[in-house]
């Protein structure tokens, strides 16, 4: 599903408008928004880290090759993401069920520090 807009309530660390990131990357569009500096590997090789989610996690999904976006929003029942190259080289939102067998789990940014 393709949402937008979103209502956000909770995103001080995120930089939802990044410039600085190739679009045709999920990971770079994640380091963007983040303000993550360094490699953190291809999105199929990043392990989870915990199933709960929350904002500003790295929500890590089967789609593809191994594909990576962010957190913005969640309920009980579902998250909001945020993301590249889900569309081909387009930043998009989207919402997922929370029990979505695409979602492998999330990481925190603190992991990459």
Avoid: W
């Avoid at 500096?37 to 929350?54: E, L, R």
């Avoid at 090759?65 to 009980?76: L, R």
């Amino acid at each position: 599903m393709y949402v937008l807009p979103v209502n956000i309530t909770h995103y001080d660390i995120l930089n939802l408008k990044p410039t600085n990131f190739e679009s045709c990357s999920c990971i770079s569009y994640v380091k963007a928004v983040l303000s993550i500096q360094g490699s953190i590997g291809n999105a199929k090789d990043i392990q989870p880290t915990t199933n709960q989610p929350f904002v500003g996690a790295i929500v890590l999904l089967k789609d593809g090759f191994g594909h990576a976006g962010i957190v913005i929003s969640h309920t009980d029942k579902e998250i909001t993401i945020t993301e590249a190259n889900y569309f081909k080289c387009q930043v998009s939102e989207r919402t997922l069920k929370r029990t979505d067998p695409k979602i492998r789990g999330y990481r925190r940014v603190i992991d990459f520090i």
